[in-house]
T-cell receptor
Framework: EAGVAQSPRYKIIEKRQSVAFWCNPI?????LYWYQQILGQGPKLLIQ????????DSQLPKDRFSAERLKGVDSTLKIQPAKLEDSAVYLC??????????????FGPGTRLTVT | GIQVEQSPPDLILQEGANSTLRCNFS?????LQWFHQNPWGQLINLFY???GTKQNGRLSATTVATERYSLLYISSSQTTDSGVYFC??????????????FGQGTILTVHP
């Protein structure tokens, strides 16, 4: 079974530029999560989708971050414009779904973003 | 929201030693996962253990949900066990919709 796929693996941009990350979850997983992991900390949720609807974006800085999950499969996370403090690893995860009764989340390899 | 505390923050072992990592959480959960983050940043699933005891080779885990803690045991440690170990908890079906809240992690270093 293929795992969660993410691209790119690394990205270096200058502040005020824009960047986009892509995630393909495990086949059949209804719930998709984007987490941000700053160096030295545990990951923190940015946004959660159930199929193609947003169920939690309370921690997403909506003035600069946006995310979508068209057709309930792939997802993209965008930052525009980027700030220095956005330097972090962006992790995508998926799970069968809140209503499945089985909640284990699986993570992709992450995208390491450096903003200079 | 749920608070998660991991201890110890750092652990240094000689190869072959055993260790116990602890995770305390502040509220009832229906998801608890242990991860190993390797040097390349990949989070590797070790256990999905909202309650009970599981074993996988040299690793085992126990969660006592009623007392709000979980333990990860590593026996006969190897240098490849080095990295950061995270405990993460969630409460799917509640207001959090199942998001995981992570602890700060335990940094394990195993010397040959």
């Amino acid at each position: 079974e293929a795992g969660v796929a993410q691209s790119p693996r690394y990205k270096i941009i200058e502040k005020r530029q824009s960047v986009a990350f892509w995630c393909n979850p495990i086949s059949g997983h209804a719930t998709l999560y984007w987490y941000q992991q700053i160096l030295g900390q545990g990951p923190k949720l940015l946004i959660q989708f159930q199929n193609n609807g947003v169920v939690d974006d309370s921690q997403l800085p909506k003035d600069r971050f946006s995310a979508e999950r068209l057709k309930g499969v792939d997802s993209t996370l965008k930052i525009q414009p980027a700030k220095l403090e956005d330097s972090a690893v962006y992790l995508c995860a998926s799970s069968l779904g809140v209503t499945s009764g089985f909640h284990e989340q699986y993570f992709g390899p992450g995208t390491r973003l450096t903003v200079t | 929201g749920i608070q998660v505390e991991q201890s110890p923050p750092d652990l240094i072992l000689q190869e072959g030693a055993n260790s116990t990592l602890r995770c305390n959480f502040s509220d009832s959960v229906n998801n608890l996962q242990w991860f190993h983050q390797n040097p390349w940043g990949q989070l590797i699933n070790l256990f999905y253990i909202p309650s009970g005891t599981k074993q996988n080779g040299r690793l085992s885990a126990t969660t006592v949900a009623t007392e709000r803690y979980s333990l990860l045991y590593i026996s006969s440690s190897q240098t490849t066990d080095s990295g950061v170990y995270f405990c993460a908890v969630g409460n799917a079906g509640g207001t959090s919709y199942g998001k995981l809240t992570f602890g700060q992690g335990t940094i394990l270093t195993v010397h040959p």
